[in-house]
């Protein structure tokens, strides 16, 4: 079990639908990130909010818009997904503030499958 | 980033050391190295980081080599958990949240 939770764990949306991915942590950390992880692949990077607020953006396509309501809460929200975006989306979290030692936590992710 | 290279795939057996070896020729000094691994149907999982001295903690052990060019995962007595996807990382010491950067990683195989 970790101690990152994410829901659903699996979801199937046709490219018209508009879904939402969900992440939530209650060990504190004040980041938390989105990575996108394609079959065989290692995991990349989307999105990292600090403090609640976005920091980093991949130059993700805007079909996909992050949310961040709380310390505790990220969401991702897809709209006209594309069959080519289908992967593990990942979730994880970690503290802030102590430089490059602080650790994330991930969560098993949600597959996604566009059909 | 600064880059780092894997073997694609590793095999040992049970119960036996298993060595993770990393090269990482372009580090600069203030990089840290860190080793996550990813088991099947799950998410990565944080295992070791260091900077310069060798580390030791409930996992694994790190040992880096003098010049920090390359690092060597230890996996004492390999079981057949251990089974997954080795990445190792390189961090820039950068106050704030910043991403992990993957490479392809090392699937290491256990075998019973």
């Known amino acids: 079990d970790t101690e990152v939770t994410q829901t659903p764990k699996h979801l199937v949306m046709g490219m018209t639908n508009k879904k939402s991915l969900k992440c939530e942590q209650h060990?504190?950390?004040?980041?938390m990130y989105w990575y996108k992880q394609k079959a065989k692949k290692p995991p990349e990077l989307m999105f990292v909010y600090s403090y609640e607020k976005l920091s980093i953006n991949e130059s993700v396509p805007s079909r996909f818009s992050p949310e961040c309501p709380n310390s505790s809460l990220l969401n991702l929200h897809l709209h006209a997904l594309q069959p080519e975006d289908s992967a593990l989306y990942l979730c994880a979290s970690s503290q802030v503030g102590r430089g490059s030692n602080q650790p994330q936590h991930f969560g098993d992710g949600t597959r996604l499958s566009i059909l | 980033d600064a880059k780092t290279t894997q073997p694609n795939s590793m095999e040992s057996n049970e119960e036996e050391p298993v060595h993770l070896p990393c090269n990482h020729s372009?580090?600069?000094?203030?990089?840290?190295i860190h080793w996550y691994r990813q088991l099947p149907s799950q998410g990565p999982e944080y295992v070791i980081h260091?900077?310069?001295s060798n580390v030791n903690n409930r996992m694994a052990s790190l040992a880096i080599a003098e010049d920090r060019k390359s690092s060597t995962l230890i996996l004492h007595r390999a079981t057949l958990r251990d089974a997954a996807v080795y990445y190792c990382i390189l961090r820039p010491l950068i106050q704030g949240a910043q991403k992990l950067v993957f490479g392809q990683g090392t699937r290491l195989t256990i075998n019973p």
């Open positions: 060990m504190g950390h004040r980041a």
């Open positions: 372009t580090i600069s000094g203030t990089d840290y």
């Open positions: 260091g900077l310069t």
